[in-house]
């Protein structure tokens, strides 16, 4: 695969002074991520019943004229818009880190209607036998990026640098790249009408279709590097652009999930219904 990366330039000599800002940055950022989550517990050890609403759609913090080709729009998904601070926390840090950003969110019920009214026939079919809620937001959030374009981002995910900085005007596509060089999806940018994505989709309902494993990571998540090693994309270090669980964890995830994480649900229940 030729890749081109915000950590290099084109010729694949990295930009050593932003890359260790940016590193440093994100090193901050998740040692005061960290230190929420003991007043998180506490709180919810006070208040084991509160919950803090996140917004189906908020506008910009910032509004302002934008020539981005990848449209200025988050988006994430749930079993539930009723979260725990830790989970708000998180909210609120990558609104402030993406103030120009409009911010949209589905819950289980939404992404079902959504995949219903946009993606009918069999795609939808596919996604309706998906009985995991990992392996349905897998899905949905490149469909919901194929339709409309914008940055996917995980639950749990947070960026590392303001996302006006790690998007620039002229990008169409970005992925992230893991420290083992794989693709991972917990964000992903991308404009509409995404031919690479398209493929993507291809992968991942071919595999629901005729699913080889009972695991969530093979079968939906793992679709996007290995179809995606077929072209030339843009990819980001994930420790430089965004990162996974500082301000949350499983506990503040899960706690109200009746399957729980799906590392265990897949366990005792099958990933694509028979």
Not at 42 to 54: E, T
Not at 102 to 128: H, L, N, V
Not at 132 to 147: H, N, S
Not at 149 to 160: C, E
């Amino acid at each position: 695969m030729v890749v081109s990366s915000v950590w290099t330039d084109r010729a694949g000599n990295p930009h050593r002074a932003a890359a260790i800002a940016r590193f440093l940055a994100a090193r901050i950022i998740k040692v005061v991520g960290n230190f929420t989550k003991g007043p998180s517990y506490i709180f919810h050890r006070l208040r084991p019943d509160k919950r803090f609403q996140l917004p189906h759609r908020a506008k910009p913090l910032i509004a302002k004229a934008s020539n981005h080709k990848i449209p200025k729009i988050i988006w994430q998904t749930n079993f539930t818009d009723r979260v725990t601070i830790a989970v708000y926390l998180n909210y609120l840090f990558n609104r402030m880190m993406a103030p120009s950003y409009e911010y949209r969110f589905m819950d289980d019920a939404e992404a079902a209607e959504f995949i219903k009214t946009c993606f009918p026939g069999k795609i939808f079919e596919a996604f309706s036998k998906l009985q995991i809620g990992a392996a349905k937001a897998d899905l949905w959030r490149v469909l919901v990026l194929q339709k409309y374009g914008g940055v996917y981002l995980d639950l749990d995910a947070h960026l590392a640098w303001p996302l006006g900085y790690i998007i620039k005007p002229d990008y169409q596509e970005l992925y992230l790249r893991h420290r083992d060089r794989v693709l991972i999806n917990f964000f992903i940018a991308s404009v509409s009408d995404n031919p690479h994505l398209d493929s993507v989709i291809e992968a991942i309902v071919g595999n629901i279709s005729n699913p080889t494993s009972n695991n969530v990571f093979e079968l939906t998540t793992l679709p996007l590097d290995r179809v995606l090693a077929a072209y030339d994309v843009r990819t980001a270090y994930f420790k430089i652009t965004c990162i996974q669980g500082s301000f949350t964890n499983e506990f503040f995830q899960y706690v109200d999930h009746a399957q729980g994480k799906w590392t265990r649900a897949q366990k005792e229940l099958a990933v694509v219904k028979s």
